[in-house]
């Protein structure tokens, strides 16, 4: 294992900006992995943290196959991680919203364009990713629907559901997307929760990543063949949103299938608990996210289903 620094940047106020890569193997540019990029994805660079710690095991055991590189990078983003920000502080922008980014451009667009050289020219990109809504969801991988997608190979993590969306123009500067247009394979796995970290779901991600390489020949690994992964487009997902405002109970959780008009939660009014609004299911169906905070608000995402 080689630790190295792959991009610094000197800071007026504070100790200089790092990124650190952790280098397994030599040869082929085999498999790159980033974790955070946003300063709550403690979840995600608690992923990395293994996977580093069992590919050096690996590696001491010989079980890294010859002629293969893995370059792992655990965070993109430790300054707004060190502050609990989600966003870089300055500014608050998004480094997964800048990609392949711009070396002279503001800083979130250098850290992305050196983040990107480097990780350039792999043939399996991994991004472990946090979702857009303050929730619980089943573990999957998602894919951008580029047109350079391979939906077999995102099976071979066996994580029970491959998710591909649509591109929006905003989905253009992120790093899955660009990763596929210079001619990576490139996955998003999500790892369960945002801002904390959950060890089970930790341990399904890492064992995710460990069996898609052993799958594609890159490690010796033996694991569990994991799920039959089902492919689901994200625009025939169904959303449930509120009604009425107020704190919700919910009755149900990710993965559990239901049925059409099945009570999901209730909205209770905050002062005397009364139910304000009864949430149910528009169709039959799989939970696939549920929103976790307990003050919603109208017009706000309470679950995501799959539809039967």
Request: with cysteine; net charge neutral.
């Given at each position: 294992?080689k630790r ?58 010989g ?5 293969h ?18 966003f870089w ?19 979130t667009?250098?850290?992305a ?10 043939q ?86 460990l ?22 487009k ?22 559990d ?21 009864e ?30």
């Amino acid at each position: 294992m080689k630790r190295e620094r792959l991009f610094v940047m000197p800071s007026p106020f504070r100790d200089e900006f790092r990124i650190h890569g952790f280098r397994f193997g030599s040869g082929r540019k085999s498999l790159a992995v980033v974790g955070a990029m946003r300063g709550d994805e403690l979840q995600q660079q608690f992923v990395c943290s293994r996977l580093v710690h069992t590919l050096q095991d690996l590696e001491e055991r010989g079980e890294i196959v010859p002629g293969h590189e893995i370059l792992i990078i655990p965070s993109a983003n430790p300054f707004a991680m060190n502050i609990g920000k989600r966003f870089w502080a300055m500014d608050n922008t998004d480094i997964n919203r800048m990609f392949p980014g711009y070396a002279l451009g503001e800083t979130t667009q250098r850290i992305a364009a050196a983040l990107f050289e480097r990780i350039q020219g792999y043939q399996f990109g991994v991004q472990l990713a946090s979702y857009y809504l303050a929730g619980d969801f089943i573990p999957h991988v998602r894919m951008m629907h580029t047109g350079y997608e391979d939906v077999e190979l995102a099976k071979g993590f066996g994580l029970p559901y491959t998710l591909v969306r649509t591109p929006l123009p905003i989905d253009t500067t992120t790093l899955n997307y660009n990763w596929q247009i210079w001619e990576t394979q490139a996955f998003s796995v999500y790892a369960g929760h945002t801002g904390v970290i959950d060890v089970t779901t930790a341990d399904d991600s890492l064992s995710a990543i460990l069996r898609f390489m052993a799958l594609h020949g890159i490690i010796r690994y033996r694991s569990h063949p994991g799920y039959y992964s089902q492919v689901v487009k994200e625009e025939d997902l169904v959303n449930v949103k509120a009604s009425r405002a107020g704190i919700m109970y919910c009755m149900c959780k990710p993965d559990d299938i239901v049925r059409r008009h099945q009570r999901l939660a209730s909205i209770l009014d905050p002062y005397d608990g009364s139910v304000r609004w009864e949430v149910r299911a528009p169709v039959d169906g799989t939970v696939f996210f549920m929103q976790t905070r307990p003050l919603v608000l109208e017009n706000s995402m309470l679950f995501r289903l799959i539809p039967s």
